[in-house]
C-alpha cells in the first residue's frame, strides 16, 4: 500500500509492478490533475525511468537542453557556458527538463495500463494499525485496506512521517520561489539562448529553461525572506509582485516576467523538516518528501524520490520478509538522501552570496549525485 500519487509514489508503484509485486495507490486528491511548473530530472533519475521502459515515451515529452549557462543578475553577460553537455556520454543517462504534469500523466497512465484499480484517488489517508504479518490503513471515509507493507510518500507535510515518528512542524527555511511559464511566442526573437540558464545576484536568483516542445519558458525566482505569513504553502502571485522583487535585474529577466501566463504564476514558500535518523518501524517506511524533504537549489527532490521508489520496489521483490525488505531499503536510501539535503541548503548559501561562476554545482558533487545508479546499487 501506498499512499500519495506524487512522483515519488508513482514510481515505486510502476517498479513493483514491473517486478510483480502488486500494489494499490492511495491517493486523497479527487483527480490526478496536478498543479505544476518545470522538472528537471538529472540522469540519476533518467536512468531510473529508462529502467522503468519509458524512454520513448520520455523522449517525446522532455527536452534535453543543448548547452547550460550561468548569467550576470544585472548586466545579463554570460559567466560560464558549458556547450560541450553531454549528460548520456559522461554519466551513462540524459539529463531531462519536463513539465511535471506531463511526466505525472505519463505515469499514472502507464501504471493504470498495467492495472485499472492500482491508483484509488479521494483516499484521504487517516491512520494506521501494524497488525503482525499486515497492516491496516485507514482514510477518512472510513474506509479500510490492508497489505503486506504500507510506504508514506505523502510529501512534505506527510501525515505517516507524525505518525511514525514524532509529531512535528515543517519550518519555514527563508526562502520564496515564484514558478511562472512564459510562452516563447510572447518574448523578442532570439532572448532565450542557450535553452537553460540561471542568473545569480545577491539574496535572489533566477533559473530558466524551455519545456513542451520549447514553447514555454519555465522560471523558479527564488528570493530570501524573512517570514512567510500566507497559511497555503504555495499561493497564486501577481506578476508586478515579481517583476517588483526582480527590479533592476537583466531585461531578459524582466521580460519573461513581464510576460508570464496569466494564472500562470505562483509563490511557494519553502518549507523544511529536520532529517531523521530512521525511517521504517516494522512494515511501515516513508519515501520522498514525506522521509526527506529538501531545498530546491540542487533540483534533486524528485530526482532522490524516484531513487527512492526504485530501490525500494527492488528490495521488496528481491527480499522474502517485507520487514527486511524495509531495513535494506532504508540502509541503502538515507545516508544519501540525508547527504543530499545537507548539499541543497549549502548550494542555497552559495547560490544567495556575490553572483559569479562559483554558485554552479561543484563537479565533484555533480559526479556524486549524477553516478548513483538506483538499478544496481547494493540493496
Ligand atoms: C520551487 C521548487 C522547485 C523544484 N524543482 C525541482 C527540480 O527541478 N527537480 C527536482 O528533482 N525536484 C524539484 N523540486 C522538488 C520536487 O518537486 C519534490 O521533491 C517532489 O515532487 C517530491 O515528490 P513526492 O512524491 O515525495 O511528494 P509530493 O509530490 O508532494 O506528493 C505527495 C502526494 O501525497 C498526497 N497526499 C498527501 N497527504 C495525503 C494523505 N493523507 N492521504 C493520501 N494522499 C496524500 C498528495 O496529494 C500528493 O499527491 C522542486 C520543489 C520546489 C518547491
Given at each position: 500500500?501506498?499512499?500519495?500519487?506524487?512522483?515519488?509514489?508513482l514510481?515505486?508503484?510502476?517498479?513493483?509492478q514491473?517486478?510483480?509485486?502488486?500494489?494499490?495507490?492511495?491517493?486523497?486528491?479527487?483527480?490526478?490533475d496536478?498543479?505544476?511548473?518545470?522538472?528537471?530530472?538529472?540522469?540519476?533519475?533518467?536512468?531510473?525511468?529508462?529502467?522503468l521502459?519509458l524512454?520513448?515515451?520520455?523522449g517525446?515529452?522532455?527536452?534535453?537542453?543543448?548547452?547550460?549557462?550561468?548569467?550576470?543578475?544585472d548586466?545579463?553577460?554570460?559567466?560560464?557556458l558549458?556547450?560541450s553537455?553531454?549528460?548520456?556520454?559522461?554519466?551513462g543517462?540524459?539529463?531531462?527538463?519536463?513539465?511535471?504534469a506531463?511526466l505525472?500523466?505519463?505515469?499514472?497512465?502507464?501504471i493504470?495500463?498495467?492495472?485499472?484499480?492500482?491508483?484509488?484517488?479521494?483516499?484521504?489517508?487517516v491512520?494506521?494499525?501494524?497488525?503482525?504479518?499486515?497492516?491496516e490503513?485507514r482514510?477518512?471515509?472510513?474506509?479500510?485496506?490492508s497489505?503486506?507493507?504500507l510506504?508514506g510518500?505523502?510529501g512534505?507535510?506527510?501525515?505517516?512521517?507524525?505518525?511514525?515518528?514524532?509529531?512535528?512542524?515543517?519550518?519555514?527555511?527563508?526562502?520564496?520561489?515564484?514558478?511562472?511559464?512564459?510562452?516563447?511566442?510572447?518574448?523578442?526573437e532570439?532572448?532565450?539562448a542557450?535553452?537553460?540558464a540561471?542568473f545569480?545576484?545577491?539574496?535572489?536568483h533566477?533559473t530558466?529553461?524551455?519545456?513542451?516542445?520549447?514553447?514555454?519558458?519555465?522560471?523558479?525566482?527564488?528570493?530570501?525572506?524573512?517570514?512567510?505569513?500566507d497559511?497555503?504553502?504555495?499561493?497564486?502571485a501577481?506578476?508586478?509582485?515579481?517583476?517588483?522583487?526582480f527590479?533592476?535585474?537583466?531585461?531578459?529577466?524582466?521580460?519573461?516576467?513581464g510576460?508570464t501566463?496569466?494564472e500562470?504564476?505562483?509563490k511557494?514558500?519553502?518549507?523544511?523538516?529536520?532529517?531523521?535518523?530512521?525511517?521504517?518501524r516494522?512494515?511501515v517506511?516513508?519515501?520522498?518528501d514525506?522521509?526527506?524533504?529538501?531545498l530546491?537549489?540542487?533540483?534533486?527532490?524528485?530526482?532522490i524520490?524516484i531513487?527512492?521508489g526504485?530501490v525500494?520496489?527492488?528490495?521488496?521483490a528481491?527480499?522474502?520478509?517485507?520487514?527486511?525488505?524495509?531495513?535494506?531499503?532504508?540502509?541503502?536510501r538515507?545516508?544519501?538522501?540525508?547527504?543530499?539535503?545537507?548539499?541543497?541548503?549549502?548550494?542555497?548559501?552559495?547560490?544567495?552570496?556575490k553572483?559569479?561562476?562559483?554558485?554552479?554545482?561543484?563537479?565533484?558533487?555533480?559526479?556524486?549525485?549524477f553516478?548513483y545508479d538506483?538499478?544496481?546499487v547494493a540493496v
Amino acid at each position: 500500500m501506498i499512499v500519495g500519487a506524487g512522483l515519488g509514489g508513482l514510481v515505486a508503484a510502476l517498479g513493483l509492478q514491473r517486478h510483480g509485486v502488486p500494489c494499490r495507490v492511495f491517493e486523497r486528491a479527487p483527480s490526478l490533475d496536478e498543479v505544476g511548473a518545470g522538472l528537471s530530472l538529472s540522469p540519476n533519475a533518467t536512468r531510473v525511468l529508462i529502467a522503468l521502459g519509458l524512454r520513448r515515451q520520455l523522449g517525446r515529452i522532455c527536452n534535453s537542453p543543448e548547452a547550460l549557462c550561468t548569467k550576470h543578475f544585472d548586466t545579463g553577460e554570460i559567466l560560464t557556458l558549458d556547450e560541450s553537455v553531454n549528460y548520456e556520454e559522461q554519466y551513462g543517462a540524459p539529463y531531462y527538463q519536463v513539465h511535471r504534469a506531463d511526466l505525472h500523466t505519463l505515469l499514472t497512465e502507464t501504471i493504470q495500463g498495467n492495472d485499472a484499480q492500482a491508483i484509488r484517488l479521494n483516499s484521504d489517508f487517516v491512520g494506521f494499525e501494524s497488525r503482525g504479518d499486515s497492516v491496516e490503513a485507514r482514510f477518512a471515509d472510513g474506509s479500510r485496506a490492508s497489505g503486506e507493507v504500507l510506504i508514506g510518500c505523502d510529501g512534505v507535510k506527510s501525515l505517516m512521517r507524525d505518525l511514525l515518528w514524532r509529531p512535528g512542524k515543517p519550518h519555514y527555511l527563508g526562502y520564496v520561489a515564484y514558478r511562472g511559464l512564459t510562452p516563447v511566442d510572447r518574448l523578442p526573437e532570439g532572448l532565450i539562448a542557450p535553452s537553460s540558464a540561471t542568473f545569480s545576484g545577491p539574496g535572489r536568483h533566477f533559473t530558466r529553461y524551455l519545456i513542451r516542445g520549447r514553447e514555454l519558458v519555465n522560471y523558479v525566482a527564488f528570493a530570501q525572506r524573512a517570514e512567510w505569513t500566507d497559511e497555503s504553502w504555495f499561493v497564486g502571485a501577481g506578476i508586478d509582485e515579481v517583476l517588483e522583487s526582480f527590479a533592476g535585474w537583466a531585461p531578459e529577466v524582466l521580460h519573461i516576467i513581464g510576460n508570464t501566463q496569466e494564472e500562470r504564476c505562483h509563490k511557494w514558500g519553502l518549507f523544511g523538516r529536520k532529517p531523521l535518523p530512521r525511517w521504517t518501524r516494522e512494515r511501515v517506511t516513508l519515501l520522498g518528501d514525506a522521509a526527506h524533504p529538501m531545498l530546491p537549489f540542487l533540483g534533486q527532490g524528485a530526482s532522490i524520490a524516484i531513487e527512492d521508489g526504485f530501490v525500494l520496489a527492488r528490495a521488496l521483490a528481491e527480499c522474502k520478509d517485507p520487514a527486511i525488505a524495509l531495513a535494506r531499503y532504508e540502509a541503502a536510501r538515507l545516508p544519501r538522501a540525508n547527504e543530499t539535503v545537507e548539499q541543497s541548503a549549502a548550494q542555497g548559501e552559495r547560490k544567495h552570496r556575490k553572483p559569479g561562476p562559483g554558485d554552479t554545482i561543484h563537479e565533484f558533487l555533480q559526479t556524486r549525485l549524477f553516478t548513483y545508479d538506483a538499478t544496481s546499487v547494493a540493496v
